[in-house]
Structure formats: C-alpha cells, structure tokens
C-alpha cells in the first residue's frame, strides 16, 4: 500500500505538471527561394545545383552555389544599412540579437487600410495592457499581411510590383519610430511582416532613419507574427556573420514559454513536498 507522503508527492508532481509552461517554438522565417519578396531591384535568390548524386564510393553527395541581395525574404537591416559608421551585420554582438518580443496587432485596421502604420498611440495602448516594454525587446507590428506572402502584387498592395511609389502595405510611422528611440531607447529593434519598416512610397525613410543610425536593428518580411502572443515571446534574430553586410536574410524565431517558469514551478513543488514529508515525520 502506497505511504501518505508518497501520494502527496505524485499529487503535487501532477498539478506542478498540469501549471508548468510548456516550451514552442515559433518559425518567423518564410522560406528563402525563388518566390521569396524582394525589393525591385534587389537580386532576388539564385540557386545553382554544383553536385547532387551518388559518388563512384557508393555515397551520396549534394551541395549548391547561391547568391542574394541582402534586402529580401525575411532578412535583417543591420545599422550600417542607414548609417556611415554604424555596425555591419558581423558586428552586431550576439546580445543584440535576442530579446523579449513585443507584440503590437494592427491587423484588423490593415484590412481597410493597407496603408496603416504602427503609432505611438499603438505602443502606448500595448504598455497599458501588458506593462512597460521591457529592455531588448524587439517591437514587432503584426499587420496580418503574412497571408499575403506567396502573392507579389498583393503583398507590395500594387500591380505594378516594380515601381515601389505605388506601393500600399503597412509600416512604421515616423513618430512611432522616434517615440521608440526617444523613449524606449533600450529596445533591440522592430520588426514587421511587411516589406519594409517605412511606407513604400517613402523617400524619407522617417523609421530607418531614427532607428537604425541609434544602432537599433530592422526586421523585415516577418512571418507567423499572428502565432505570437502579445507578450511573453522570446525572439531570436540570425543572421549570416556576413562581413561588411549591411543585413542579410536570417533564420528568425521565437520561443514562447521559455522553460524557466517550467524549473521554477518544479523547485518550488519541490521544497513543497519536502516540507510536507519533514512535517508528516515530525508529527506522526
Ligand atoms: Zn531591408
């Protein structure tokens, strides 16, 4: 027959079980090939088979040769994207890569409005809601337009997907951008599902301009923003250590439930059920 310490402790490993927070991982990444979205003008990827096949020793071997522009799929812009001295994609040190993520939904208002912007109202909106944003927090707006990859004209909001003047997608507004820096300046970055942090017509470049010369990073052509929760994802942004890079495409993703609250539920169940058994000692 099973003591009584011994189902106190099987009780509380389960409810510590059923509380804990389990780990996912989210891809933020599309897929990098030849549908991927590229800037006009930016080489989009060529991809070229060198060897694929089996070898006279009987062993298979594959590899290919690539070349991209930097600024498309879903890929990073480094700081010295907008700034003469400003860190290359090999300079960013690894602690600017992660960060908690701050989610900032503004799909329902997109769909009227391909031209919404991410405002400071928003930003304001999200710290009343989940609190202060927190320090290396990458600040990513999820506009809905990841459903939107796989279709050029719709993704750039134009039919004419060469000429970016007549492009209608979401962005950054200017003033969100240098509320962030002005305010919030311990950010990582942001990030968006978007082609571009600025609007497409810009000229200006409002949201590169107060961020990324203040060594603050961009993302750009995010994917699986809407999979994420307003709060309490953990981003990790990884790009080639390209030299001299002024970004470049990443594997980005996101954590969520990063198996801290998971050890710490364990620990404290732990020294629980110890001082029940200490006490069932002493007592009976
Ligand atoms: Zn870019």
Redesign the pocket.
Known sequence: MMSLPCVVVLVLAGVGHATSESRRYIDLTHDLDKDAVF?PGVPSLNLTNLQKGRMPGGFWLEYNVFSVG???GT???APA?FSENGWHTSDIPLHRLMGPGVVVDISERAKNNPDAQLTVEDLQKWEEMYGKIPSNAWVLLNSGWTKKWKDRAAFFGSDNTEDSSTFHFPSISGDAARWLWENRPYITGVGLDTA??DSGPSREYPAHRALLPNRRI?L?NVANLDQLPPAGAMIYAIPLKLKDG??GPMRLFAVVGDGSSCAAAFRLNLMFVVSLYLAYLFLR
């Open positions: 800037w930097e600024h498309g890929h990073m812009d994207h571009s942090i961009g750009e002024t970004g």
